[in-house]
Protein backbone atom coordinates (compact mmCIF):
# COMPACT_ATOMS: atom_id res chain seq x y z
CA UNK A 1 0.00 0.00 0.00
CA UNK A 2 2.91 2.19 0.74
CA UNK A 3 4.62 1.56 -2.28
CA UNK A 4 1.47 2.77 -4.31
CA UNK A 5 0.62 5.56 -2.41
CA UNK A 6 4.32 6.73 -3.35
CA UNK A 7 3.24 5.90 -6.66
CA UNK A 8 0.93 8.34 -7.40
CA UNK A 9 2.80 10.94 -9.32
CA UNK A 10 3.80 8.73 -11.65
CA UNK A 11 0.19 6.57 -12.16
CA UNK A 12 -1.59 10.25 -12.75
CA UNK A 13 1.39 11.57 -14.82
CA UNK A 14 0.99 8.17 -17.35
CA UNK A 15 -3.14 8.66 -17.35
CA UNK A 16 -2.84 12.25 -18.30
CA UNK A 17 -0.33 12.55 -20.93
CA UNK A 18 -0.73 10.39 -23.76
CA UNK A 19 -4.51 12.41 -23.80
CA UNK A 20 -2.79 15.39 -24.08
CA UNK A 21 -1.84 17.30 -27.26
CA UNK A 22 0.47 20.39 -26.61
CA UNK A 23 0.43 21.13 -30.39
CA UNK A 24 -3.35 22.54 -30.16
CA UNK A 25 -4.00 22.11 -26.48
CA UNK A 26 -6.46 19.59 -26.92
CA UNK A 27 -7.96 16.26 -24.97
CA UNK A 28 -7.13 13.21 -27.78
CA UNK A 29 -9.68 10.67 -26.29
CA UNK A 30 -12.35 10.47 -29.88
CA UNK A 31 -10.70 6.78 -30.49
CA UNK A 32 -11.22 5.46 -26.78
CA UNK A 33 -14.75 6.96 -25.95
CA UNK A 34 -15.68 5.50 -29.36
CA UNK A 35 -18.78 7.38 -29.52
CA UNK A 36 -19.31 9.86 -32.31
CA UNK A 37 -19.07 13.40 -31.55
CA UNK A 38 -22.61 14.00 -32.63
CA UNK A 39 -24.18 11.63 -30.16
CA UNK A 40 -22.03 13.12 -27.63
CA UNK A 41 -23.65 16.91 -27.95
CA UNK A 42 -26.94 15.13 -28.03
CA UNK A 43 -26.46 13.45 -24.50
CA UNK A 44 -28.95 14.26 -21.90
CA UNK A 45 -27.57 12.79 -19.40
CA UNK A 46 -24.58 10.91 -17.76
CA UNK A 47 -24.76 7.10 -15.25
CA UNK A 48 -22.12 6.38 -13.21
CA UNK A 49 -22.53 3.24 -11.59
CA UNK A 50 -19.34 1.95 -9.56
CA UNK A 51 -18.55 -0.03 -5.93
CA UNK A 52 -16.31 0.79 -2.99
CA UNK A 53 -13.42 3.60 -3.64
CA UNK A 54 -14.57 3.42 -7.76
CA UNK A 55 -17.61 4.96 -6.85
CA UNK A 56 -16.34 7.76 -4.88
CA UNK A 57 -14.55 8.53 -7.91
CA UNK A 58 -17.65 8.88 -9.90
CA UNK A 59 -18.83 11.35 -7.06
CA UNK A 60 -15.96 13.82 -7.84
CA UNK A 61 -16.20 13.11 -11.87
CA UNK A 62 -20.14 13.98 -11.34
CA UNK A 63 -19.05 17.82 -10.23
CA UNK A 64 -16.35 17.59 -13.25
CA UNK A 65 -18.80 16.77 -16.09
CA UNK A 66 -21.64 19.34 -14.07
CA UNK A 67 -19.08 21.87 -14.29
CA UNK A 68 -16.90 21.39 -17.54
CA UNK A 69 -19.44 19.50 -19.84
CA UNK A 70 -22.76 21.20 -18.17
CA UNK A 71 -24.29 17.21 -18.23
CA UNK A 72 -26.59 16.31 -15.32
CA UNK A 73 -25.10 13.29 -13.64
CA UNK A 74 -26.42 10.32 -11.68
CA UNK A 75 -23.80 8.22 -9.28
CA UNK A 76 -24.89 4.86 -8.25
CA UNK A 77 -23.93 1.91 -6.25
CA UNK A 78 -23.55 -0.84 -8.84
CA UNK A 79 -25.03 -3.10 -6.08
CA UNK A 80 -28.39 -0.71 -5.68
CA UNK A 81 -28.66 0.16 -9.51
CA UNK A 82 -30.72 -2.68 -10.73
CA UNK A 83 -33.56 -2.53 -7.64
CA UNK A 84 -34.44 1.53 -8.79
CA UNK A 85 -34.97 -0.09 -12.18
CA UNK A 86 -33.24 2.90 -13.40
CA UNK A 87 -34.73 4.81 -16.40
CA UNK A 88 -32.33 4.84 -18.59
CA UNK A 89 -33.29 6.34 -22.03
CA UNK A 90 -30.91 6.18 -25.79
CA UNK A 91 -29.49 9.65 -24.86
CA UNK A 92 -27.75 8.32 -22.10
CA UNK A 93 -24.17 7.20 -21.55
CA UNK A 94 -23.45 5.10 -18.40
CA UNK A 95 -20.00 5.08 -17.13
CA UNK A 96 -18.55 2.04 -15.34
CA UNK A 97 -15.91 2.80 -13.08
CA UNK A 98 -14.08 -0.54 -11.79
CA UNK A 99 -10.30 -0.61 -11.14
CA UNK A 100 -10.39 -4.63 -11.20
CA UNK A 101 -12.59 -4.74 -14.03
CA UNK A 102 -13.96 -8.02 -12.90
CA UNK A 103 -16.47 -6.74 -9.91
CA UNK A 104 -19.38 -8.51 -10.23
CA UNK A 105 -22.06 -6.15 -9.14
CA UNK A 106 -20.91 -3.33 -11.52
CA UNK A 107 -20.43 -6.04 -14.31
CA UNK A 108 -24.18 -6.25 -14.03
CA UNK A 109 -24.57 -3.04 -14.11
CA UNK A 110 -23.19 -2.47 -17.15
CA UNK A 111 -25.31 -5.00 -18.86
CA UNK A 112 -28.40 -3.62 -17.42
CA UNK A 113 -27.40 -0.48 -18.60
CA UNK A 114 -26.86 -1.81 -22.06
CA UNK A 115 -30.18 -4.00 -22.32
CA UNK A 116 -31.94 -0.57 -21.70
CA UNK A 117 -30.36 0.98 -24.82
CA UNK A 118 -27.29 2.90 -23.06
CA UNK A 119 -24.44 3.03 -24.27
CA UNK A 120 -21.49 2.48 -21.91
CA UNK A 121 -17.58 3.50 -21.25
CA UNK A 122 -15.70 1.37 -18.90
CA UNK A 123 -13.00 3.11 -16.85
CA UNK A 124 -10.88 0.22 -15.17
CA UNK A 125 -6.53 -0.19 -14.67
CA UNK A 126 -6.87 -3.72 -16.01
CA UNK A 127 -6.45 -3.95 -20.12
CA UNK A 128 -8.49 -6.71 -21.61
CA UNK A 129 -10.93 -7.26 -18.07
CA UNK A 130 -14.56 -8.22 -18.68
CA UNK A 131 -15.93 -4.91 -17.98
CA UNK A 132 -13.68 -3.55 -20.15
CA UNK A 133 -14.56 -5.70 -22.49
CA UNK A 134 -17.99 -5.48 -22.87
CA UNK A 135 -18.06 -1.58 -22.97
CA UNK A 136 -18.45 0.57 -26.25
CA UNK A 137 -15.66 2.33 -25.22
CA UNK A 138 -13.16 2.45 -22.62
CA UNK A 139 -10.78 4.89 -20.79
CA UNK A 140 -7.90 2.56 -18.82
CA UNK A 141 -6.24 4.23 -15.94
CA UNK A 142 -2.54 3.58 -16.89
CA UNK A 143 -1.58 3.74 -12.87
CA UNK A 144 0.05 0.39 -13.12
CA UNK A 145 -1.05 -2.90 -11.30
CA UNK A 146 -2.59 -2.62 -7.41
CA UNK A 147 -2.23 -5.05 -5.24
CA UNK A 148 -2.77 -3.86 -1.98
CA UNK A 149 -6.92 -4.71 -1.31
CA UNK A 150 -7.39 -0.92 -0.31
CA UNK A 151 -7.59 0.73 -3.50
CA UNK A 152 -5.12 3.95 -3.59
CA UNK A 153 -3.19 4.41 -6.87
CA UNK A 154 -6.00 3.76 -9.05
CA UNK A 155 -8.20 6.13 -7.33
CA UNK A 156 -6.17 9.18 -8.51
CA UNK A 157 -6.09 7.78 -11.44
CA UNK A 158 -9.86 7.11 -12.26
CA UNK A 159 -10.41 11.28 -11.05
CA UNK A 160 -7.81 12.00 -13.53
CA UNK A 161 -9.60 10.17 -16.54
CA UNK A 162 -13.03 11.53 -15.15
CA UNK A 163 -11.98 15.13 -15.38
CA UNK A 164 -9.81 14.25 -18.99
CA UNK A 165 -13.17 12.58 -20.15
CA UNK A 166 -15.26 15.67 -18.80
CA UNK A 167 -12.77 18.70 -20.14
CA UNK A 168 -13.28 16.79 -23.79
CA UNK A 169 -17.05 16.39 -23.95
CA UNK A 170 -16.74 20.18 -22.74
CA UNK A 171 -15.36 21.23 -25.68
CA UNK A 172 -17.42 18.64 -28.09
CA UNK A 173 -20.54 20.42 -26.50
CA UNK A 174 -19.00 23.85 -27.16
CA UNK A 175 -19.50 24.33 -23.11
CA UNK A 176 -15.33 24.65 -22.83
CA UNK A 177 -13.64 27.52 -24.85
CA UNK A 178 -10.44 26.79 -26.29
CA UNK A 179 -9.13 29.15 -23.85
CA UNK A 180 -10.21 27.47 -20.44
CA UNK A 181 -9.55 24.31 -22.22
CA UNK A 182 -5.95 25.70 -22.55
CA UNK A 183 -5.73 27.00 -19.24
CA UNK A 184 -7.10 23.38 -17.68
CA UNK A 185 -4.41 21.05 -19.92
CA UNK A 186 -1.82 23.64 -17.90
CA UNK A 187 -2.84 22.73 -14.66
CA UNK A 188 -2.91 19.43 -15.12
CA UNK A 189 0.46 19.22 -17.03
CA UNK A 190 1.44 20.35 -13.03
CA UNK A 191 -0.63 18.00 -11.08
CA UNK A 192 2.21 15.05 -10.84
CA UNK A 193 4.18 17.45 -9.55
CA UNK A 194 1.69 18.87 -6.70
CA UNK A 195 1.45 15.03 -5.72
CA UNK A 196 5.12 14.82 -5.41
CA UNK A 197 4.96 17.34 -2.98
CA UNK A 198 1.63 16.72 -1.33
CA UNK A 199 3.46 13.15 -0.39
CA UNK A 200 6.06 15.20 1.73
CA UNK A 201 2.94 14.71 4.29
CA UNK A 202 4.00 11.40 5.06
CA UNK A 203 5.49 12.32 8.57
CA UNK A 204 3.47 14.37 9.70
CA UNK A 205 0.43 11.83 8.64
CA UNK A 206 2.65 8.99 10.39
CA UNK A 207 2.60 11.41 13.93
CA UNK A 208 -1.20 12.12 13.56
CA UNK A 209 -1.95 8.54 12.78
CA UNK A 210 0.27 8.16 16.32
CA UNK A 211 -1.31 10.30 18.62
CA UNK A 212 -4.73 9.21 17.41
CA UNK A 213 -4.07 5.36 17.83
CA UNK A 214 -6.81 5.01 20.42
CA UNK A 215 -9.68 6.96 18.85
CA UNK A 216 -12.53 4.29 18.13
CA UNK A 217 -14.25 6.42 16.17
CA UNK A 218 -14.09 9.47 13.01
CA UNK A 219 -16.05 11.60 11.60
CA UNK A 220 -14.48 12.88 8.41
CA UNK A 221 -16.08 15.37 6.66
CA UNK A 222 -16.03 17.34 2.88
CA UNK A 223 -18.56 19.78 1.11
CA UNK A 224 -19.17 19.61 -2.54
CA UNK A 225 -16.82 17.71 -4.48
CA UNK A 226 -14.66 17.38 -1.67
CA UNK A 227 -17.35 15.34 -0.19
CA UNK A 228 -16.21 12.16 -1.88
CA UNK A 229 -12.73 12.77 -0.77
CA UNK A 230 -14.19 12.57 2.82
CA UNK A 231 -15.80 8.97 1.95
CA UNK A 232 -12.72 7.54 1.03
CA UNK A 233 -10.55 8.59 3.51
CA UNK A 234 -13.09 7.30 6.05
CA UNK A 235 -13.33 4.05 3.90
CA UNK A 236 -9.76 3.32 3.49
CA UNK A 237 -9.29 3.45 7.41
CA UNK A 238 -11.94 1.24 8.03
CA UNK A 239 -10.55 -0.66 5.76
CA UNK A 240 -6.67 -1.31 6.61
CA UNK A 241 -7.26 -0.46 10.57
CA UNK A 242 -10.42 -1.47 11.51
CA UNK A 243 -11.50 2.01 13.25
CA UNK A 244 -14.87 2.69 12.90
CA UNK A 245 -15.26 5.95 10.43
CA UNK A 246 -17.89 7.92 8.52
CA UNK A 247 -17.96 10.13 5.77
CA UNK A 248 -20.49 13.28 6.17
CA UNK A 249 -21.46 16.19 4.21
CA UNK A 250 -19.92 19.12 6.30
CA UNK A 251 -23.07 21.10 6.44
CA UNK A 252 -24.98 17.81 6.63
CA UNK A 253 -23.41 17.60 10.32
CA UNK A 254 -26.28 20.15 11.69
CA UNK A 255 -28.77 18.05 10.75
CA UNK A 256 -28.12 14.75 13.31
CA UNK A 257 -23.86 13.72 13.80
CA UNK A 258 -23.57 17.07 15.76
CA UNK A 259 -24.95 15.22 18.62
CA UNK A 260 -21.77 12.59 18.58
CA UNK A 261 -19.45 15.29 18.28
CA UNK A 262 -17.32 15.76 21.71
CA UNK A 263 -13.59 15.28 22.83
CA UNK A 264 -14.21 11.58 21.97
CA UNK A 265 -14.90 12.16 18.38
CA UNK A 266 -11.86 13.18 16.45
CA UNK A 267 -13.23 15.40 13.08
CA UNK A 268 -11.06 15.32 9.68
CA UNK A 269 -12.35 18.29 7.78
CA UNK A 270 -11.38 18.35 3.60
CA UNK A 271 -11.64 22.34 3.43
CA UNK A 272 -9.11 23.48 1.07
CA UNK A 273 -10.01 26.33 -0.92
CA UNK A 274 -9.55 27.77 -4.57
CA UNK A 275 -8.78 31.71 -4.75
CA UNK A 276 -10.49 33.69 -7.03
CA UNK A 277 -13.53 30.98 -7.19
CA UNK A 278 -16.44 32.92 -5.66
CA UNK A 279 -18.06 29.39 -4.59
CA UNK A 280 -15.24 28.31 -3.10
CA UNK A 281 -14.43 31.03 -0.97
CA UNK A 282 -17.88 31.05 0.22
CA UNK A 283 -17.30 27.29 1.21
CA UNK A 284 -14.84 27.82 2.75
CA UNK A 285 -15.83 30.62 5.11
CA UNK A 286 -19.14 28.34 5.84
CA UNK A 287 -16.06 25.42 6.24
CA UNK A 288 -14.10 27.97 8.91
CA UNK A 289 -17.58 28.44 11.31
CA UNK A 290 -18.55 24.61 10.97
CA UNK A 291 -14.38 24.44 12.63
CA UNK A 292 -15.53 26.76 15.08
CA UNK A 293 -18.94 24.93 15.85
CA UNK A 294 -16.73 21.96 16.20
CA UNK A 295 -14.22 23.04 18.46
CA UNK A 296 -17.15 24.86 20.63
CA UNK A 297 -18.30 21.51 21.10
CA UNK A 298 -14.52 20.08 22.20
CA UNK A 299 -14.20 18.02 19.20
CA UNK A 300 -10.10 17.27 17.73
CA UNK A 301 -9.75 18.88 14.49
CA UNK A 302 -7.51 17.64 12.00
CA UNK A 303 -7.77 20.16 8.83
CA UNK A 304 -6.63 19.30 5.37
CA UNK A 305 -6.07 22.87 4.34
CA UNK A 306 -4.47 24.75 0.82
CA UNK A 307 -1.28 25.41 1.69
CA UNK A 308 0.00 29.03 2.95
CA UNK A 309 -3.46 29.16 4.92
CA UNK A 310 -3.07 31.34 7.88
CA UNK A 311 -6.66 30.91 9.48
CA UNK A 312 -7.22 27.21 9.40
CA UNK A 313 -3.90 25.95 11.47
CA UNK A 314 -5.22 28.74 14.32
CA UNK A 315 -8.51 27.14 15.03
CA UNK A 316 -7.30 23.51 13.80
CA UNK A 317 -5.65 21.26 16.26
CA UNK A 318 -3.84 19.93 13.68
CA UNK A 319 -2.96 20.97 10.11
CA UNK A 320 -1.71 19.07 6.98
CA UNK A 321 -0.89 21.22 3.68
CA UNK A 322 -1.74 20.51 0.51
CA UNK A 323 -0.77 22.16 -2.76
CA UNK A 324 -3.01 25.04 -4.63
CA UNK A 325 -4.84 23.72 -7.49
CA UNK A 326 -8.13 24.77 -8.95
CA UNK A 327 -11.25 23.44 -7.13
CA UNK A 328 -11.84 20.52 -9.65
CA UNK A 329 -8.78 18.72 -9.47
CA UNK A 330 -7.89 19.31 -5.63
CA UNK A 331 -9.22 16.07 -4.94
CA UNK A 332 -6.64 14.06 -6.40
CA UNK A 333 -4.10 15.77 -4.10
CA UNK A 334 -6.49 15.56 -1.00
CA UNK A 335 -6.76 11.95 -0.87
CA UNK A 336 -2.80 11.10 -0.35
CA UNK A 337 -2.41 12.38 3.39
CA UNK A 338 -5.69 10.26 4.37
CA UNK A 339 -4.65 7.52 2.46
CA UNK A 340 -1.08 8.01 4.31
CA UNK A 341 -3.42 8.56 8.13
CA UNK A 342 -4.85 4.97 7.37
CA UNK A 343 -1.83 2.94 6.17
CA UNK A 344 0.28 4.32 9.40
CA UNK A 345 -2.75 3.89 11.87
CA UNK A 346 -2.74 0.12 10.28
CA UNK A 347 0.77 -0.06 10.98
CA UNK A 348 0.80 1.16 14.62
CA UNK A 349 -1.80 -0.97 15.09
CA UNK A 350 0.30 -3.86 13.32
CA UNK A 351 -2.50 -4.80 10.85
CA UNK A 352 -1.83 -6.72 7.63
CA UNK A 353 -2.20 -3.72 5.69
CA UNK A 354 -2.57 -5.07 2.46
CA UNK A 355 -4.65 -7.87 2.90
CA UNK A 356 -6.83 -6.45 5.38
CA UNK A 357 -9.28 -9.35 6.80
CA UNK A 358 -12.63 -10.10 5.51
CA UNK A 359 -12.10 -7.91 2.02
CA UNK A 360 -10.51 -9.12 -1.07
CA UNK A 361 -9.92 -6.97 -4.68
CA UNK A 362 -12.34 -7.53 -6.42
CA UNK A 363 -15.91 -9.37 -5.63
CA UNK A 364 -16.32 -11.66 -8.39
CA UNK A 365 -19.45 -12.78 -7.34
CA UNK A 366 -22.85 -10.87 -6.37
C1 LIG B 1 -13.40 -4.03 -3.12
C2 LIG B 1 -11.99 -3.50 -2.91
O1 LIG B 1 -13.40 -5.42 -3.12
O2 LIG B 1 -13.93 -3.61 -4.38
C3 LIG B 1 -12.04 -1.98 -2.96
O3 LIG B 1 -11.52 -3.93 -1.64
C4 LIG B 1 -12.62 -1.53 -4.31
O4 LIG B 1 -10.75 -1.43 -2.80
C5 LIG B 1 -13.96 -2.19 -4.59
O5 LIG B 1 -12.74 -0.14 -4.31
C6 LIG B 1 -14.36 -1.99 -6.04
O6 LIG B 1 -13.45 -2.67 -6.87
P1 LIG B 1 -13.23 -2.29 -8.42
O7 LIG B 1 -12.14 -3.22 -8.86
O8 LIG B 1 -14.54 -2.58 -9.12
O9 LIG B 1 -12.86 -0.87 -8.47
Known amino acids: MLREIFEQPEAIEKTIRPRLSLED???????????????????????IVASGTSRHAGMAGQYMFQELAGIPVEVDYASEFEYRNPAIGAREITIVITQSGETADTMAAQRLAKQKGSRTIAISNVEGSTIAREADGVLYTYAGREVSIASTKAFSAQMAVLFLFAAYLGEVRGQLSHEALKSWIEQL?????????????????????????????????????????????????????????????????????????????????????????????????????????????KAQVIALASENDKQVPALADHTIFVPQTSELLAPILEIIPLQLFAYYMAVIKGLDVDKPRNLVKSVMHE
Open 25 to 47: SRIKMADEVNIPAEELRRLNRIN
Open 189 to 297: LVLPQKAETTLESSEPCRRLAESFQHAEDFLFVGRAIHYPIAMDGALKLKEVSYVHAEGYPTGETKHGPNALIDENLPIVMVMTYEPGNPGSLLRYEKNLSALRGFKNQ
